[in-house]
């Protein structure tokens, strides 16, 4: 059974960088597996921050980036703001039309 | 303004049914893939299914813990899309959420309880 792997948590300093990462419990990310990730704040629907590995949604600033770093997914927050404080979700295509959600990441700005 | 409103959650007994419902706007909703997502209380997100669109096929796929149970619809015409829910299981207790390629509903809460 394939499982998508995300850090629990991290913490970032205000305007700092941070990289979020998005990987598979065997095996290697590649852009064939359409990294896709999400924003989503307590009560809140989630929001689509990049997709296929580094497209950014309409609207996302551009602080927000993603990329393949060595095996994992990846998606970087550049200058990080106190409204970033959200967590954050990939989700990968498996194929045979399969699409799997890592667990998530809970993301401090502190 | 691109909107997905989803509708027809509430409680329901173990092994009843329900259809929940999403009307989309504001895009070309027959051009889209539609895929449905939910999200049990204090959980993380987890893919439920999809639909194709016409020109790909129309066809449906789904993730394991709902294959054979759940069943994904579409209406181009009404711009609407379908989940319709049998067999359900407490586990199944969850906000759904109905998402085109980028645009997200706000989602609607399913109760599995006895």
Known sequence: QTVVTQEPSFSVSPGGTVTLTCGLSSGSV???????????????????????????????????????????????????????????????YLGSGIWMFGGGTKLTVL | EVQLVESGGGLVKPG?????????????????????????????LEWVGLIKRKVDGGTTDYAAPVKGRFTISRDDSKKMLYLHMNSLKTEDTAVYYCKAATPWGQGTLVTVSS
């Open chain 1, 30 to 92: 590649s852009t064939s597996y359409y990294p896709t990730w999400y924003q989503q704040t307590p009560g809140q629907a989630p929001r689509t921050l990049i997709y296929s590995t580094n497209t950014r949604s309409s609207g996302v600033p551009d602080r927000f980036s993603g990329s393949i770093l060595g095996n994992r997914a990846a998606l970087t927050i550049t200058g990080a703001q106190a409204d970033d404080e959200s967590d954050y979700y990939c989700v990968l």
């Open chain 2, 16 to 44: 009843g049914s329900l259809t929940l419902s999403c009307a989309a706007s504001g895009f070309t909703f027959s051009n889209e893939w539609m895929s449905w997502v939910r999200q049990a209380p204090g959980k993380g």
